[in-house]
């Protein structure tokens, strides 16, 4: 891909969301032991919130693969939020404004360091990156304006209607599950809500399961090389008008 310049930096921001997500293979249930063991690691010291899953007796949820990576706690530490569920560990970027990629990578790394010194968590199969982004604009047919997308069913031309639109491709061994979805609400940066089309990037690579530690000394290349795609995929949907409407700054 790469048919445009990526930016490094874009002056108004329209992320909502950034989540990194580790799936392990199944083992000691995680939800039971890791949430109590990062909280007397982690500093300042997280709050923890027991989620919906965590009332589903653990032998249902490993009978039911629906609920195999439902997170059970919750815990919300310096801007962050760390999910856990029996086999899945998600890290998820609260702040606003968004500390960029390095800021939230630091963090991903950090997390995953603590969990594979504690030595508990069963092989690694699967890590994901998701970003998801509000453009704001408030006319269907101006939000459908942003992407850079010609839409035709039959003779049904696409331009003034509203659309949830979800593409699956593989490229590479990595699944890039792409959404687009006109008026989304969201919150920005200041906490302000907007409204506009929603444009989401979900990022999957399976792998051969691999021990938690091996998988936490080796992956940093593979974690950014994931992001750079994520982030190429994200600017290629744009038209580049409504990049440069984002004030972006080029390298």
């Given amino acids: 891909?790469?048919?445009?310049?990526?930016?490094?930096?874009?002056?108004?921001?329209?992320?909502?969301?950034?989540?990194?997500?580790?799936?392990?293979?199944?083992?000691?249930?995680?939800?039971?032991?890791?949430?109590?063991?990062?909280?007397?690691?982690?500093?300042?010291?997280?709050?923890?919130?027991?989620?919906?899953?965590?009332?589903?007796?653990?032998?249902?949820?490993?009978?039911?693969?629906?609920?195999?990576?439902?997170?059970?706690?919750?815990?919300?530490?310096?801007?962050?939020?760390?999910?856990?569920?029996?086999?899945?560990?998600?890290?998820?970027?609260?702040?606003?404004?968004?500390?960029?990629?390095?800021?939230?990578?630091?963090?991903?790394?950090?997390?995953?360091?603590?969990?594979?010194?504690?030595?508990?968590?069963p092989e690694v199969e699967r890590f994901s990156l998701k970003y998801v982004n509000i453009i704001q604009s408030s006319t269907l047919s101006e939000q459908i304006s942003k992407i850079d997308m010609d839409l035709r069913i039959g003779s049904l031309e696409v331009n003034n209607e509203n659309i949830n639109l979800t593409i699956t491709n593989i490229q590479e061994s990595v699944a890039h599950i792409l959404t687009i979805a006109t008026g989304a609400e969201g919150a920005v940066p200041g906490g302000r809500m907007v409204r506009g089309v929603l444009v989401g990037i979900d990022s999957i690579c399976d792998i051969k399961p691999v021990p938690f530690n091996e998988f936490s000394n080796s992956w940093e290349s593979e974690l950014e090389k994931l992001h750079n795609v994520n982030k190429d995929r994200f600017f290629n949907c744009l038209k580049q008008q409504t990049i440069e409407e984002m004030g972006p700054t080029y390298g």
């Avoid at 000691?28 to 982690?42: K, Q, R, T």
């Avoid at 629906?66 to 801007?79: C, E, I, M, N």
């Avoid at 998600?90 to 630091?106: A, D, L, M």
Wanted: hydrophobic residues 45%; charged residues 20%; proline residues 10%.
């Fill in 1 to 121: 891909m790469l048919d445009k310049k990526l930016p490094v930096m874009l002056e108004r921001e329209p992320l909502v969301e950034a989540v990194c997500e580790i799936r392990m293979q199944p083992g000691v249930a995680l939800s039971d032991i890791l949430p109590g063991i990062l909280f007397h690691e982690l500093t300042p010291k997280p709050v923890i919130t027991r989620l919906p899953a965590a009332n589903i007796p653990s032998p249902m949820r490993a009978q039911d693969p629906s609920l195999h990576y439902a997170a059970t706690q919750r815990l919300d530490v310096d801007g962050y939020v760390i999910a856990i569920g029996d086999r899945n560990i998600i890290i998820s970027c609260g702040r606003r404004p968004y500390p960029k990629w390095s800021g939230f990578k630091e963090k991903i790394l950090y997390i995953v360091g603590l969990v594979s010194g504690m030595e508990i968590a």
